[in-house]
């Protein structure tokens, strides 16, 4: 059972400080094999399908949705709402922790099918090749240093001082004399089944990491998109309850990554999954800040290398389950408040970001006023802010798994087949796709998850 640590009190009370994660008590060991399945995971597994069985969807959401989505996607509304009706066909992927050993559970896993979503080893050969301006950052470590296949760093002793007045600048500035960390190489490695085959979750352990996570595989490409390198400077603004934030972790080692989240709950589930998946010899690395993210832009300029806007969204899959009809009314009535937030978040991100920087901006809705509108509003107000493309990058290499589509300025949708290269600089910001959406189709049943790129202009 989890236990809070004893700093665990003086760190809520100091809510506008970033909090180092070592606050978070005793260092994890690596996992013993053998322990892959307990049963407790697999009963909570059975737990938590029985209760999606009991569950109906909600019907003031699909009415709306019904509505909207038919407009703006057309046909693919017809399909994507066939599997949203359906969790029962929903597929949950399975990422894999490499702070811990995981053969086991990947044998496993390959015995029953699953095969890997990303055959690279190293997810930087997936992206592009060209160094990422970022990349000649001062934080930026030797990558060398960092690739030994064990986790071999001393954690710091349990009873450590608690670093409640750090910020994220003067911490990385602390990394640069930082000694290197000795850490398994970077991979994200993601195992999918072309079936709704659930894995079970696994339990928490005392002093033993988690050797997986589920979730919607989706959710894994906004961090694709954002091509963190090893020793840049993150910050993942909406970060509760913290799967991309691990996902950061699984692709590189930043000098620092920086998870926000306001929301005192969801905080503390956060900090529990970070607890969970990451050695404590991240913990100068990986800290948790409880700020409006908002603020961002002001209280932290031109601080980070790259930042993670998953914003907050109407969740389609979750609303559409909402536990009432009077929730679901109550939520659709917030709806409409959404965009101006996802707005002010977004250039709040591009504020924090330094210039040559990249903010990816994600949500799991379908909603294009929630998407394709955002991001179209942020360019418009932003001069500094440049969109990128991701089609060629990531929508045509992983159409296989996944059914993209998307949209440019004006919102006219467009066809599944990637459109021809803009001609030159002056144009090309008018010619990109504002963003990419993942539609959740039979057999390839991922998304809903919307991504875009911005780069702040030097
Ligand atoms: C879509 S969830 C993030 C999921 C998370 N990135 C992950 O992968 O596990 C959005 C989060 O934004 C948080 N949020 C809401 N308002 C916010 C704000 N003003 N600033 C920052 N985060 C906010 C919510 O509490 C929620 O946890």
Redesign the pocket.
Known sequence: MFSFPRFYGAWRIKELTPTPVWWLGSCHRHTAPGGVLGSGGARNNQGSKRRKKERSSCQPVLDLFDQQYSQELGELWVSARSVLLNPHSWQYGVMLNRFTAVTDVTQILQSQGFSRLLPQTDVSTLLSEAPSPASSSKYQKGKDSLLSPHCTSKCPPDDSPLQTDSTPHSLSQDLQSEPSLSLPRPSLQCYIHPYPLRFPSQPHRPGQLKQYYL?NAA?LL?VLALQVRDGEKVL????????????IMQCATPALLCC????PH??D??AK?LESFLPCSLNSRVIVSA??????GQSEAVTYDKV?V????S?DKSWLYSCSSQQGEQRLKERARLPV?QV??LQ?ALLAVRPGGLVVY???TLSSSENYAVVETVLNNCPEAELEDLWEEIAVPLSRYFTFTSAHPGHGQTSLQPCPQPQNDAVSSYHHRLGILVVPQPGKTWGPMFLSRIRRRK
């Open positions: 979730l959710s906004p993942d603004l909406c970060s509760a309850p913290g799967g991309k934030a691990l996902a926000n989240e306001p929301d969801r905080r589930w956060l999954t700020q409006d993210g908002r603020c961002f993670l998953d914003a907050p969204c969740n937030l002010q978040l709040s994600s949500t799991c």
